[in-house]
């Protein structure tokens, strides 16, 4: 079954995608959904945005995707790890602040985090 996607999720998925694609995360990195999705959820729900709560985020990722949770996490690291080719300027371009370079690599959370606040700030 299809599910029903409205305007405002709509503008917000077109808005996470466009970062991805401006910090040089490409459409066929195996992550790139999953990171989309996680950025979602930070977004929609701020509870889970602290603490150790994305391990509840790739859970629910992966039953909406029929995957498990390690699947989710280790494709989204495998999608971060596609940035860590010399691209990190391009994040902290988008980002705006230089969080990152090859001697402090982000991790999943961190990236999550810091898009999820990027796209939140720009659709206020």
């Known amino acids: ?10 503008e917000l998925y077109q808005k996470i995608t466009a970062y991805l694609h401006a910090i ?35 859970e629910e990722i ?3 995707k029929g995957s498990t ?3 989710v996490e280790r494709n989204i690291r495998h ?6 080719e010399g691209k990190f ?4 371009g988008v980002i705006g602040a230089e969080y990152f370079s090859e001697f402090k690599k982000p991790t999943n959370s961190m990236m999550i985090t810091l898009l999820a ?3 939140a700030m720009d659709l206020m």
Do not use: W
Request: proline share 2%.
């Open 62 to 64: 992966a039953e909406a």
């Open 24 to 58: 040089g995360l490409p459409l066929h990195v195996a992550g790139f959904v999953y990171t989309r999705e996680a950025v979602k959820l930070c977004i929609k729900s701020n509870s889970l945005r602290f603490g150790k709560v994305f391990k509840k985020i790739y």
């Open 69 to 71: 949770a390690v699947a």
């Open 89 to 92: 300027d391009k994040v902290n």
């Open 1 to 10: 079954m299809l599910e029903q996607v409205s305007v405002k999720d709509k």
């Open 117 to 119: 606040d990027k796209v």
């Open 79 to 84: 999608a971060i790890k596609a940035l860590s």
